[in-house]
């Protein structure tokens, strides 16, 4: 079930011509009241004496009796609607509902005289609206605060008992969906997204590059960004906002959006409290290694979110979804919009409501702003290694949610888990071809030792394995573990101890990969060729496809 609470009104009768009246397309049927304050109130959907008029009187009458102390919107207004897939519930089950809902909203509290005046109006099958006026009997206003969370709570509570689809619910940190008025604006101006979408993309990536609060700005500005600094009389930076070049009012004005209003961990204070625990940029390590360095970062995440407390977790986890952020920016082109995908779709899965300790994810998100500052490689070798360990990260992220009851960020880790595990076989095509070249020219003893080797460390999977297209490339990089020092039998079993491998569809290729990133393994290719990545202060994030 879900509830929708209005912002409160001051037109009583106005709320009830619309709950009363035919609909915006004639779908309100047989409006109805299923309960009311003191079940006396007037109905004039089932009682043809009574009125409108009377049932507006009758919920305003201490609004007229507080008179200047009333508040000037008193009209409190929540819909509540059961799943498509929800059985008939009959209006003493509603009336029920309703009365549990105030009750938990302090508006109606069971067993008050002196609660505020309601009313429960069925006008369809599958959901009511409540109506109350904001002003108790001894004219005070009701003690509602977080009335939509008490709400939920106890709709929650409410599907279980009576069997009704449990819908999956937030903790209030998901980022502010943008208005009607936006979305009409982006379809006006041809846009693909909204400007607090695209705004939302690029402070995330300027976030993902930044090692100081200072060079963020800078990078936003770089990115065609509008950028205005708040400041305290002291000098200090209390917050800042931001526009699209271009994006102005009806007064011809830029449009701001503060921090805050794009997400909550994009607000000034969260900014600064992650940035504090950056490197800065004197001491990160700019070498060829920053990518298998942020690779083995990444590959440890799993065991920090099954193995650390909360709060390192959650640190961990952010950090992944910097990772997320950061990696179109350097990715080749074809894998672009599938890493854009999994990056917007991780948004949600990368904040909850545990405090982060950022300081424990030090080395993912310094090995991050290293990396878009090395040149990046063109073939899919190195893309293919991380982002198969960036598909567990993330799975593994789904997972820890899961544990914590974080219903929005756990479905939100596994839709980014799809579209990483698109762009993995993207990438992992063309070096896997060059190593199904090698695992062809083995020879045939040095084969069939690869072949002893997987059925000695795999022996319920080892079948499937060896028929796989992909097999000469898993032998080719059993053959090069066994010449670097390795015991391939060891590394095999490790490889396959992730969740992961349990739904892979094509077992050699996850194992050649996970094998080749355990071993430091390079792999040859003849046409590895690399192209800079852009600097940080001239990022320019592409928008992100929702």
């Known amino acids: 079930m879900i509830a929708n609470i209005v ?22 049927t047989d409006p109805h009241l299923v ?77 008050d005289p002196d609660a505020c005046r309601w009313v429960a109006v069925r006008h369809a099958a599958d959901h009511i609206h409540i109506v109350a006026t904001k002003v108790r009997g001894d004219l005070r206003p009701p003690r509602n605060w977080n009335d939509y969370l008490h709400a939920d709570n106890e709709l929650a509570v409410i599907e279980k008992e009576y069997g009704l689809r449990q819908i999956q619910r937030g903790d209030r940190t998901a980022a502010k969906r943008p208005t009607r008025a936006e979305q009409e604006k982006a ?34 500005e770089g990115s065609g960004v509008l950028v205005e600094i708040q400041r305290f009389p002291s000098g200090d930076i209390r917050g800042y906002k931001v526009a699209l070049d271009g994006d102005t009012g009806k007064d011809g004005r830029p449009v701001w959006f503060s921090g805050s209003t794009l997400a909550p961990d994009l607000s000034y204070p969260k900014i600064s409290e992650r940035l504090t625990h950056a490197a800065p940029p004197s001491a990160l390590h700019f070498d060829a290694d920053a990518w ?54 991780f948004e949600r899965a990368g904040r909850s409501r545990i405090r982060a300790h950022h300081q424990q994810a030090h080395a993912t998100r310094s090995a991050v702003k290293a990396v878009l500052r090395e040149p990046a490689p063109k073939d899919g070798a190195l893309f293919a290694i991380l982002l198969d360990a960036l598909l567990l990260a993330v799975i593994a992220a789904h997972h820890w949610h899961q544990r914590h009851h974080h219903d929005q960020q756990a479905q939100a880790a596994r839709q980014a888990a799809e579209h990483l595990r698109a762009a993995y076989r993207a990438a992992a095509i063309q070096p896997t071809s060059a190593l199904h070249h090698q695992g062809r020219h083995l020879t045939l003893p040095l084969r069939e030792r690869q072949r002893a080797v997987v059925r000695r460390a795999l022996p319920d999977l080892a079948e499937q394995i060896l028929a796989e297209p992909g097999w000469p490339a898993l032998a080719a990089t059993l053959a090069a573990t066994k010449t670097a ?53 001239t990022i320019r994030p592409a928008p992100r496809t929702r």
């Open 7 to 28: 912002r409160p009104g001051h037109k009583t009768r106005g709320v009830l011509n619309y709950l009363y009246g035919p609909g915006r397309a004639n779908e309100h």
């Open 35 to 111: 309960a009311s304050f003191d079940g006396f109130a007037p109905d004039p959907g089932r009682d043809p004496q009574a009125t409108l008029a009377q049932l507006t009187t009758a919920l305003d009458l201490r609004v007229k009796q507080a008179g200047d102390k009333a508040p000037e919107n008193h009209v409190w207004h929540c819909s509540i609607r059961a799943a498509p897939e929800d059985r008939l519930l009959s209006d003493e089950q509603w009336a029920a509902i309703a009365r549990r809902v105030l009750d938990a909203t302090g508006i109606a509290p069971d067993g």
């Open 187 to 220: 379809r006006r101006t041809g846009r693909p997204t909204t400007a607090r979408e695209r705004l939302r993309t690029t402070a995330r990536t300027a976030l993902s590059a930044a090692t100081t609060p200072e060079e963020f700005f800078t990078v936003l």
């Open 292 to 345: 298998r360095r942020l690779t083995h970062a990444t590959d440890r995440m799993p065991d920090h979110l099954e193995n650390s407390e909360d709060a390192t977790g959650q640190a961990h986890i952010a950090a992944l979804a910097e990772t997320l952020d950061a990696l179109p920016l350097i990715a080749p082109t074809d894998l672009r919009p599938q890493l854009l995908r999994a990056a917007a779709a």
């Open 485 to 537: 020092g390795h015991d391939p039998a060891v590394l095999l079993t490790r490889a396959a101890r992730h969740r992961e491998l349990d739904s892979a569809t094509r077992l050699s290729e996850v194992l050649t990969w996970r094998l080749t990133r355990l071993t430091d393994i390079p792999h040859h290719n003849p046409n590895t060729t690399t192209e800079p990545a852009p600097p940080a202060r």
